[in-house]
């Protein structure tokens, strides 16, 4: 499970971020990263870590979103909350499923204990994750939301047979690429207007969303096709 990796966007509490070290070490993983916290390294992490403390000690600090998943090929998004415009929604289960058969690191992306994931963290991922709850009471704890999808990976963690995969995937830095460069061709085609209001990037990033095992070299083929169709046309 060392392509799995823990994401904590904005923490507010440093006791979160202990016990949600503590609870990543149980079932077998180490790759935390910290999003801009606000308070890190401090005592209450250390505390809430009891023996788990190796964990915090790696962890990387990272000043955004961005930076933590670049390298990822798929990040998951986890909320309670459902989304107008959001990317595909599973559940936490088929998540970890995902995750398993995936040929690169994978990032699972909780948000802040008060205000969850903004939207804009939330779109920088290809799927919105919910841990089935109870509807009329649903909000978990974030180091409780941590050790639920830390269990659902460790439990898909049996060997896989029959699963091969030759071509490298398409890291999170290679698609956001890719949306920057279909975005700048609208624009420089007059498809799309950024001032018309037009949600077109936003159902750019949905489309490419639901192709979970989109590889490098699909990607290159498309900008290559993009910047083909913006050479100027000889006469």
Not at 65 to 74: F, K, Q
Request: net charge neutral.
């Amino acid at each position: 499970m060392q392509n799995i990796r823990i994401v904590l966007c904005r923490p507010s509490h440093p006791g979160n971020i202990g016990a949600a070290a503590r609870a990543m070490k149980a079932m077998g993983l180490s790759d935390l990263r910290l999003v801009a916290p606000e308070k890190f390294p401090a005592p209450e992490a250390r505390w809430m870590a009891t023996n788990a403390v190796d964990v915090l000690d790696q962890a990387k600090v990272n000043a955004t979103l961005a930076e933590a998943i670049s390298d990822c090929v798929h990040a998951f998004a986890l909320s309670a909350r459902t989304r107008e415009w959001s990317t595909p929604v599973i559940d936490v289960r088929a998540a970890a499923a995902a995750a398993a058969a995936a040929g690169g690191p994978v990032a699972f992306v909780f948000g802040n204990e008060q205000a969850g994931l903004t939207n804009e963290e939330m779109l920088a991922c290809q799927t919105l994750v919910h841990i089935p709850a109870n509807p009329e009471f649903s909000s978990l704890n974030l180091a409780q939301a941590v050790q639920v999808v830390a269990y659902e990976i460790f439990m898909t963690s049996k060997p896989e047979t029959g699963k091969f995969r030759t071509e490298k995937p398409a890291t999170i830095q290679d698609r956001e690429g890719l949306y920057e460069h279909l975005e700048r061709a609208a624009i420089e085609s007059k498809f799309f207007d950024p001032a018309s209001g037009s949600r077109l990037p936003t159902r750019l990033r949905r489309l490419f969303s639901r192709v979970p095992d989109l590889e490098r070299e699909e990607v290159n083929i498309l900008r290559g096709l993009l910047k083909a169709l913006q050479q100027p046309k000889s006469k």
